[in-house]
């Protein structure tokens, strides 16, 4: 039995009518609107459309017959016109419709009978094309939302095209970025194997692409190309021009050179096999490196970490008169971290026994391990004897060498390769207390006279090369200028010119309220010393210059459009052994032209952090760069986090 409508109380009639009646009335005369009408009419058109009664129109769209009621298409804009001209369609009862599919049309053809459409992932672009030609905005409108509701990384390449063509210019924007920003994972999806060869070549020439390693772009590529290769290969020329080679390991490099269709384009094959010997040969340092540096993509970088040897803390620490040792595993390795994936990677076992407080620095692609300690960690000993060893270690074919003995045993000291020769820096000798330097000239294979040296009092120093010459960074407590709270203290910068043997001196004033807290970090860029102190008490990071070739060091208010990173160890919690001697996180502090005032709050600085997942003393660090270390020649094996 049917469920009876409900009714309604109508005082103007004076008695119960149904709710989809509606009265007005105007001076003699009343109004009555039935509400379902319109519905019941729509109802009974589909009803005949169904049954085959009063029908006046067929419409053909491709290989399917839609027999219809020509009044009921004329409601569209698209039918009003063919019907209402002098077109040959005004009067035909066939009329057939091209470029658009037939189950697109049929549920068009329902929604214009029932005002209703029910819309799938796999018919969505089907109905939009039928719509967008038939003008009808509400069901345009439908797809469009339907879209948004359904969108994610899987179909935002499809949401980008249909966005194209129909002009959904928030949508595309989006989908837009989200490809660009994730291309690895998109590049994933089945939809990514539908790319023409133009659309993947303007993802590739965009310059808000995003990837983690021009691998990413190479696999891509390859499996795009797999996917249809005898239609795709007159494509690979132009795309194979967006493919950084200089930043591709030289294992992806001969995968390339065995392609079939790589083999069958000469331009490509010379540019894959030119590039790997360049690499393998050491040839790529230089010009070709800055031009792979320049064409980086977003969110890769040159940069790399090395970690050499020291102890992972086991069990804490453990109380030895005034000072403490700890339980520890020695670290008999090098390690890295590549920044643009966050992955570390084991480098290789250490050859020496003492591996602890050690300097590491590299050079020509080999890394130069120098001194250490006998009893390497323990914050401090006065039994424990600087060591002579010294080690080059060669990136690329993975072979060490035992160099002579250094001319004094060093630990805690830093080093630096210039003009062909390998300075030792500070550090606490066997022989004295005091500031000393040795040198090592690496083609003579022999440890050969140091330079004549400055008075510099201080030990704790921070050293790096630029332009052929050795710049030393110290602090310096004027005490008797301080203050009740804040300490009058001075940057110094000691540079030594390899070539000229000529030594310089620079200074500025620092304040700060305890030298302890400062945290001093320097880098090059572009042929300049750039130097961060990062003073905790004062929660404010400064960044200083020393320009190399005029000899002045200034204070940086602003770096304009300079982008500069400063790498470094530290430890994050209060802890018994000295925190200077720890280190359980990498850490980087980047400033550059999005983000570039440096003289207010630390916020105002890009820091990143890299977890150890260990607590590491007596261990050496170093930043440097992939090109010239030779990371591309090399697969690493990667370490669990």
Known sequence: MAEAEPLDYNSDLGCYVRMEDRTSHEDDCSHYKYISQCDKVLAQLNSQRHCGDFLDLVVKVQDMEFPCHRAVLASTP?????????????????????????????????????????????????????????????????????????????????????????????????????????FSEVSQSEEFLTLSGQELLDLLTDKKLQVSGEENIVDAVIRWLDHDQENRR??????????????????????????????????????????????????????????????????????????????????????????????????????????????????????????????VTSGERCLYVTGGRAHPFCVYDPGSVPLRQAFRYDFVTNCWTKLPDMPRGRAGHQSVVVDGKLFLVGGDTDDTSAFSMDRYDLKEEAWIEPPTLPEIASLDLTVTSCNGKIVLVELFDDTENACSWVEETKLLVHVFDVKATHWSYSDIPVLCSRLESVCKLVTVVHGNVHILLNLRDLYSPHMFLYDVELGTLSKLEDIGDLSVSFWGTQYQEEHTIHQEDLADTIICYKFDEDNDNISGSRETDITRTWDLTFELVGHSFLATSKCSIGWYCRDLYKLEH
């Open 234 to 359: 007159t494509a690979i020329v132009s795309i194979f021009q967006e493919i950084h080679l200089m930043s591709v390991r030289v294992s992806t490099l001969k995968k390339l050179e065995m392609h079939p269709v790589i083999q069958d384009s000469p331009e490509c094959l010379a540019k894959v096999t030119a590039v790997k010997e360049k690499h393998l040969d050491g040839t790529s340092i230089g010009a070709e490196l800055e031009e792979a540096k320049f064409r980086q993509r977003l969110g890769t970088s040159d940069d790399l970490v090395l970690l050499v040897g020291g102890g992972m803390i086991t069990e804490g620490s453990m109380a030895m008169g005034d000072y403490y040792a700890a339980y520890t595993t020695p670290l008999q390795s090098v390690m890295c971290l590549d920044p643009d994936t966050e992955q570390y990677y084991h480098v290789t076992a250490l050859p020496m026994h003492i591996t602890g407080y050690m300097s």
């Open 78 to 182: 698209y039918f009003k016109v063919m019907f209402s001209s002098d077109f040959t369609e005004r009067r035909s009862k066939v009329v057939q419709l091209h470029e658009i599919d037939s189950d697109g049309f049929s549920k068009i053809l329902d929604f214009l009978y029932t005002g209703e459409i029910r819309i799938s992932k796999d018919d969505v672009h089907n109905i939009l094309q039928a719509a967008h030609m038939l003008q009808i905005d509400k069901i345009t409108e439908y797809c469009r939302a339907f879209i948004k509701e359904n969108y994610d990384l899987s179909n935002c390449l499809s949401a980008m095209r249909l966005s194209d063509l129909y002009g959904f210019s928030d949508l595309r924007e989006q989908a837009r970025k989200d490809t660009l920003s994730n």
